[in-house]
């Protein structure tokens, strides 16, 4: 299994939020006007896409992606796909990785809001991403500016050819008048909307991974920093995905043996105006909502009565000590 890693090219949006189009969260492709060589559910696949040389299937070669037949008439192909929740969409990569004499010369992404799987005859699409010139073999990183809420995407290739993979940057859309008061929720998690802000390393695997739903499903699915060869320790800063008060915290060092952290600790606090850049520097001086507690390789770390009474907080500062691995943060509490 090919492990996803950290793009110095690719923009921020890509390590700050979540992937909209992703398989395991339950993005769907519902319908394509053509996938002779290769089926658009592979253009969702979570993993970085492959070539594998020599391997032939009953319409040709094989690719790992979405791959339409030549169009010898007028038009184009495009794909329709469902998100894998409500939301706004940041940035898209639209990447043709292996895709060399055979990617489209040029694509663009519309969008619209329907409460059924597959949108209705008359669904308003608006383009989101305008008509753009691809290159084979290459991420595609544009960024979107358009903050209304979306369900479902229309990809077009013109005239044909193939994707490899779609990746959808986004937050999801949470309806948080419709939270009952007092109720438990994870503040951390992505799919509620919460992301990261800033890690100090991100060398062998992305922060972001630490908010994902469910365990991590192997090493490479979750946080984990170089080894630090100089004093201090790594760090994560979180963007709640509400503000709240945190009663409970679960750290899951899942898979992480000899290289889990020895210990962590977290800060926390309401922040209001600034930037997300300026809170690196902030961050620092924050109150601690969890003193320094061991971990533990492979195991679901739970705390409540060690944190600290803070109130309503909107941010969190994970520390790890010195170094190594984090597979999933869990911030459970009840929201303002």
């Not at 991590?216 to 790594?234: A, C, H, K, L, S």
């Not at 060690?306 to 909107?314: D, H, I, K, P, Q």
């Amino acid at each position: 299994m090919a492990i996803p890693t950290l793009d110095p090219n690719a923009p921020s949006f890509t390590r700050r939020y979540l992937n909209l189009a992703d398989q395991r969260l339950g993005a769907k492709a519902i319908f394509a006007s053509d996938e002779f060589f290769a089926p658009k559910e592979r253009m969702l696949d979570s993993q970085p896409a492959v070539f594998i040389p020599g391997k032939y299937d009953d319409h040709g070669k094989w690719m790992d992606g979405w791959e339409t037949r030549r169009k010898r008439t007028t038009g184009y192909d495009y794909c329709i796909v469902k998100l894998a929740r409500p939301g706004t969409v940041y940035g898209v990569d639209l990447d043709t990785s292996h895709f060399t004499g055979n990617f489209p010369p040029a694509a663009s992404i519309d969008a619209c809001h329907a409460d059924t799987e597959t949108p209705p005859d008359n669904a308003q699409w608006r383009t989101i991403v305008p008509a753009t010139t691809l290159q084979g073999n290459s991420h595609h990183y544009l960024e979107v500016s358009d903050v209304r809420p979306y369900t479902h995407l229309r990809v077009n290739i013109y005239p044909d050819g193939g994707i490899a993979r779609l990746r959808v940057y986004g937050q999801p859309t949470v309806d948080w008048s419709r939270m009952a008061r007092g109720v438990a929720v994870d503040l951390a998690a992505a799919e509620n909307g919460a992301y990261v802000v800033a890690a100090n390393n991100q060398h062998f695997g992305l922060a972001s991974n630490i908010l994902m739903p469910g365990r991590g499903v192997n090493m490479g699915d979750g946080w984990e920093t170089r080894r630090r060869r100089e004093p201090g320790n790594d760090w994560a800063i979180v963007a709640l995905a509400h503000p709240g008060v945190i009663r409970r915290v679960e750290v899951d060092t899942a898979f992480f043996k000899g290289n889990f952290p020895d210990r962590c600790s977290i800060q926390a606090a309401r922040v209001e105006g600034g930037t997300d850049e300026s809170l690196v520097t902030q961050a620092m001086f924050w109150p601690v909502l969890l003193q320094e507690q061991p971990l533990k390789m492979d195991n679901v770390h739970t705390f409540e009565a060690e944190l600290s009474g803070l109130g309503a907080v909107t941010h969190v500062r994970l520390n790890i000590f010195p170094d190594g691995g984090v597979s999933r943060l869990r911030l459970w509490g009840e929201i303002e």
